[in-house]
């Protein structure tokens, strides 16, 4: 036994043999014995067949992303193996099926550990899924967790099913388990029974922070790897008063949400960048008519198609140049399931007082990919929905109609509900004047009508001034000041802060800035970035968009970028790997 402070463990399969349920029931295990996790789905595109895997990161303090190669390596197949074993660290176990896998080209210093999986699941089933079981089971024993933690959750995942299963599937956890103890043990963490860690990958997280902000309509075409959100929200639909609205296509959904908040209601829409490339030209009418809205991309990679089940940063150049023309828009990019949840109830804030949409990048790493141990209170939300009024003073009035878009000094003009007595006006999605009322047709070129659309136009635009002032500065993980400075976005900033750690373990002088809040920039990044150490930009896409995005608003050049896009998260050895070829340039 060696008592460590983290640890890994990855199982692999084919697709249809269970692989994410019972990662995710060793997630539970882990966070019932008071163990920090992050997760990820390794998974593929297909029903059954392929290959697939589900990693855990496992910690005594809190673990951001993949961590260092593999301590445990569960193989139900040859091709995991083939594909994983030479990530196994020295000192580490590997357990494998004996009746379809070969212990071929095994690193030294790498234990093995084979058992007849299959063979002892069909003792309790006439289908060989148990197989997993029994494995978790051998798993559990080797990392010295108590038996009475992963019956007490085998139970729990099966509780809706027939009595028998959950009792069979406990008896072939303890004949793994028994296999275990037989072996000599690998490595542990400490465990805690009395501390019980909850989890939640940012999609779900993000429909809480939903909830919590008052959404009350919520609209979707399924689309991997945003579709947990709406399958979350139709779950609870009821029990939370929300309304969800599966529609025949990305254009139906945003068009619908934008009728839900005319008519009063938050409203919000999930999807990925391919459905998200639908949805642009309704984002303008959003903006023109300055209704409020959230619409969440959950990033997978692309273009097209591209992967469905695997990750990127590549859709934001899309929203920064998304529709036709200028508008203003709003730009959030939150790190993980525990910003996710405030990220939603900032998003319908900003959104309903400023009358903008706004988008929020999540990505596959950190949606429907991974979850992460929840270590801040979910507060509940102060909602605030701006300038929505039931009743007009005379100024606002000119007998009939109701100045909607009347332009004011903070740039954001009184909103109704549409059947608010005495508040009739038009919204039309041509350039109008402070009613509503159309300057596009027969008045369009004329003197007066010119300037109404430099007015409005101006009005629309000046927005992002006030909200500039709301938009956070980066975190900065690690020291004030370093010599390197790591610049991330999003997801990204979760290996880089295991990478930091390492590095300045080994005397290296780093820290990171992690953005959020991507656009409008808040004023004070540019003198930030000017302040910074040696610029290392890390994303996942290939041309540096983000590093791009920053040139373009401060004038700052971040020239060395570490960019990875072959669909796989990023790992903190390899940004640990590149800042240390950086060091050695540098000295040579």
């Not at 983290?6 to 692989?19: C, K, Q, S, W």
């Not at 007082?353 to 990048?361: E, G, H, T």
Request: glycine share 8%.
């Amino acid at each position: 036994m060696t008592r460590v402070e983290d640890l890994t463990v990855r199982l692999g399969a084919a697709a249809g043999d269970g692989i994410q349920s019972a990662g995710e029931i060793l997630a539970r295990i882990l966070s019932r014995s008071g163990i920090y996790i992050y997760t990820y789905n390794g998974n593929q595109s297909v029903v059954r067949g392929g290959h697939v895997w589900f990693h855990i990161h496992a910690g005594n303090k809190p673990v951001y992303s993949m961590g260092y190669g593999l301590d445990y390596l569960i193989a139900f197949t040859q091709q995991t193996i083939e594909e994983h074993a030479d990530e196994v660290n020295s000192g580490g176990v590997i357990i494998y099926d004996t009746s379809n896998v070969k212990p071929l080209n095994i690193p030294k210093g790498v234990r093995t550990v084979p058992a007849e999986l299959v063979n002892i699941a069909l003792k309790y089933d006439k289908y060989p899924i148990m197989k997993n079981t029994v494995a978790l089971g051998i798993l559990a024993s080797l990392m010295g967790i108590d038996f009475k933690i992963v019956e007490e959750t085998i139970r729990t995942q099966f509780g809706k099913k027939k009595e028998d299963v959950a009792q069979r599937n406990v008896q072939a956890a303890m004949e793994g388990y028994q296999i275990g103890s037989k072996q000599e043990r690998g490595k542990e963490l400490s465990y805690d029974y009395s501390k019980r860690l909850p989890f939640l990958h940012s999609n779900y997280s993000f429909a809480l922070g939903a909830v919590a902000a008052g959404c009350r309509f919520y609209a979707a075409y399924p689309m991997t790897p945003a579709s947990p959100i709406v399958h979350w929200l139709a779950n609870h639909a009821e029990k939370l008063g929300i309304t969800v609205f599966l529609a025949e296509d990305e254009i139906s959904a945003i068009n619908a949400i934008i009728g839900a908040s005319y008519a009063g209601a938050r409203a919000m829409a999930g999807t990925s960048g391919g459905g998200f490339a639908l949805m642009q030209e309704a984002m303008g009418e959003a903006a023109m008519t300055e209704t409020p809205i959230v619409v969440v991309d959950v990033m997978r990679a692309g273009p097209s198609t591209g992967l469905p089940t695997k990750t990127g940063q590549g859709d934001l150049n899309m929203m920064l140049g998304l529709s036709q023309d200028d508008f203003p828009r709003v730009i959030f990019a939150p790190i993980n399931a525990n910003d996710a949840y405030s990220t939603a109830i900032r998003s319908f804030d900003i959104s309903d007082r400023y009358q903008v949409p706004v988008i929020v990048l999540m990505d596959f790493a950190i949606g429907d990919g991974a979850y992460i141990t929840i270590t801040e209170d979910f507060k509940p939300a102060e909602i605030n929905r701006g300038k929505l009024v039931y009743q007009a003073s005379g100024d606002l009035m000119n007998g009939t109609w109701f100045k909607r878009y009347q332009i004011t000094e903070d740039a954001v003009s009184p909103r109704s509900i549409p059947g608010t007595p005495g508040l009739m006006y038009v919204a039309k999605t041509d350039e109008h004047d402070e009613f509503g009322h159309d300057v596009s047709d027969v008045l369009a070129g004329l003197k007066s009508a010119l300037k109404t659309r430099e007015q409005m136009y101006e009005k629309r635009m000046r927005k992002l001034e006030y909200i500039k002032k709301e938009m956070r500065l980066p975190n900065i993980f690690g020291p004030s000041k370093a010599d390197i400075t790591l610049i991330t976005w999003g997801s990204s900033a979760n290996p880089a802060r295991e990478a930091i750690d390492r590095l300045r373990g080994r005397g290296v002088s780093v820290n990171s800035y992690e953005f959020t809040d991507i656009y409008p920039l808040n004023q004070d990044v540019e003198s930030m970035l000017k302040q910074a150490g040696r610029m290392v930009d890390i994303e996942v896409n290939y041309t540096g968009q983000f590093a791009n995005f920053l040139r373009r608003e401060t004038g700052v050049m971040i020239k060395d970028r570490m960019l990875k896009y072959n669909g796989e998260p990023i790992y903190p050895a390899e940004i640990e790997k590149f800042i240390s070829k950086l060091l050695v340039k540098e000295v040579s």
